[in-house]
């Protein structure tokens, strides 16, 4: 018996590679970063890695056999170095020397620019499959299907040999699917195998598309006959990836099935929150294109983009051009709309850094005559809206970096949302300026010592030398002030002080204004009376 096996098994191969294949090209060759850089099956612990552009953009692998079972689906991975790949996988499933373009088709998948370095997807051997030894042909291509004897375009080949083996008696599920998708949660669904399943399910769940492998410990489990579950704690706005395998009995589980991909949704944000704008705005920010505060947004799109702050570089910070042109008077109105925000809880504060400059220039501009950029807040989910802070003609921004700070007394509302609206007015003045914005943040009002410290250093008193009268730019956090000459004499004590400071009485000279801060900490600034 085993005499007749071994003859069997060694004409399978002898009719598996004893087949003239045809040998593929591409006319654009691999160097471009368009190769098979490496190609791994998790589930099965195989991994041909750095392997580079071969010659003549194929590379004959036979000589490594990969092991796979009929009815099983195996992951895979390959890494490039370029990005809009596209994965074709075949087994010459009849050892008759040419791969059926879709009768052999087992695997296919696509990469995008973003995902520049990986294409993820799924080897599915036919349940029919005939046991014994195949070739398998690798393919990619450059944002181009490939074809088993392909000839055009920027790609490359492997081919391997497999060695199929019998279905296993544990099937792993099929036809997975996500739906009911929240910030927070998300149900799994999928199609039971036609194997018993005695046990359940197991799943795992995971922001990285690599595949688990038999080993890897899982995310949650089901008892059967489920088919499907709830997928709690998850995170808003984040891509998730999950797998399921089945639990035919305590000792036999299938393989991880083939993944579902899902991102979470934007859900309401509980401060402490910040976003500085290094890659412009996700899909929780909104813009809009019509519409004034009093009458709230319309549309879907507005004239705020991603530059440099300040025009400093291309990325990081959010940017209105403003401007009129006379020969084309239209007035746009448009909108910039944060995320919503739970401030139930009270006690929060809002802040963001803004500057004015003309425009693609770095220079100091100045508003039109009607031009106009206020910040608005909504209590009711973007319904109606209160202006809050005004920039026009009157007020122009510097071209340095201003904070904006607004502690949000009075507004608690679990719905409240933040908005930048800006409109370049029917006037075509001869200005034509840059507003940005960068770092919003909202967050609990309580200030750190180091937080306090910092704050205490943009205190300015003004004018300086002064005469009659001293302006200190901001004392909420200042406890009293302590006046002394020069030489450290005490003069005056003004506690819980409010400005300006009439200082008329004191004579010429220099002073030291002493602020002592309600942190116990202490900021000097050296005056001059005239």
């Given at each position: 018996m085993k005499k007749i096996l071994s003859i069997a098994l060694f004409s399978a191969a002898l009719s598996a590679f004893g087949q003239t294949y045809c040998i593929p090209a591409f006319s654009n060759g691999c160097g471009g970063g368009d190769e098979i850089d490496s190609f791994t099956i998790p589930g099965i612990s195989f991994n041909h890695s750095d392997t580079g552009c071969s010659n003549g953009a194929y590379g004959d692998y036979t000589s490594q056999t990969i092991n796979l079972n009929a009815g099983v689906v195996y992951p895979f991975n390959i890494t490039h170095q370029y990005g809009t790949q596209k994965v074709r996988i075949w087994i010459d499933l009849n050892n008759d020397g040419t791969f059926d373009e879709t009768a052999e088709l087992v695997g296919a998948a696509s990469s995008t620019f973003t995902t520049i370095n990986s294409t993820d997807g799924a080897i599915a051997v036919p349940a029919g499959a005939s046991p014994g030894m195949h070739r398998m042909r690798v393919a990619t291509?450059?944002?181009v299907e490939p074809v088993?004897?392909?000839t055009a375009g920027y790609g490359e080949v492997h081919d391997y040999s497999v060695n199929i083996g019998a279905a296993p008696g544990c099937l792993?599920?099929?036809?997975?699917?996500?739906?009911?998708?929240?910030?927070?949660?998300?149900?799994?669904?999928?199609t039971a195998p036609?194997?018993?399943?005695?046990?359940?399910?197991?799943?795992?769940?995971?922001?990285?598309?690599?595949?688990?492998?038999?080993?890897?410990?899982?995310?949650?489990?089901?008892?059967?006959?489920?088919?499907?579950?709830?997928?709690?704690?998850l995170l808003p706005t984040t891509n998730y990836y999950v797998w399921v395998r089945s639990v035919c009995s305590t000792a036999d589980k299938s393989g991880w099935s083939t993944s579902a991909a899902f991102r979470t949704v934007c859900g309401t944000v509980t401060p402490n929150f910040t976003f500085d704008f290094s890659s412009g705005i996700n899909e929780c920010w909104k813009q809009a294109d019509g519409g004034t505060p009093a009458t709230g947004p319309t549309g879907t799109t507005s004239e705020w983009y991603e530059s440099g702050f300040l025009n400093n570089g291309y990325t990081g910070a959010m940017k209105m051009n403003i401007l009129t042109y006379s020969f084309n008077p239209a007035t746009f109105n448009s909108w910039l709309i944060t995320p919503t925000f739970n401030l139930s809880a009270g006690g929060y504060r809002v802040s963001f850094d803004y500057g004015l400059t003309e425009a693609y220039d770095t220079s100091a501009g100045t508003l039109g005559s009607d031009d106009l950029v206020q910040f608005a807040i909504s209590q009711d989910g973007g319904t109606t809206w209160t202006v809050v802070k005004t920039w026009d003609a009157n007020n122009s921004p510097s071209n340095t970096a201003n904070q904006y700070v607004l502690n949000l007394t009075g507004y608690n509302s679990a719905d409240t949302?933040?908005?930048?609206?800006?409109?370049?007015?029917a006037v075509a003045d001869a200005s034509e300026t840059d507003f940005f914005i960068d770092n919003f943040v909202v967050e609990q009002n309580v200030l750190a010592t180091s937080e306090a410290t910092a704050a205490a250093n943009t205190i300015k008193a003004y004018p300086n030398p002064f005469s009659e009268v001293l302006n200190i730019s901001n004392t909420e956090g200042v406890k009293q002030i302590v006046i002394t000459d020069a030489a450290g004499r005490l003069i005056k004590t003004v506690g819980n002080p409010a400005t300006p400071l009439y200082l008329g009485e004191l004579k010429q000279g220099i002073?030291?204004?002493?602020l002592e801060m309600k942190d116990g900490t202490q900021k000097t600034i050296k005056t001059v009376k005239k």
């Open positions: 291509r450059y944002n088993p004897c392909n792993a599920p099929t036809n997975l699917s996500v739906s009911a998708i929240g910030a927070n949660s998300a149900t799994l669904s999928w036609s194997s018993a399943v005695g046990v359940g399910y197991e799943y795992y769940i995971s922001t990285s598309s690599a595949a688990p492998v038999s080993t890897t410990p899982a995310s949650g489990s089901v008892s059967n006959p489920a088919a499907g579950t709830s997928l709690p704690n949302k933040f908005a930048f609206y800006a409109t370049n007015g002073y030291m204004i002493i």
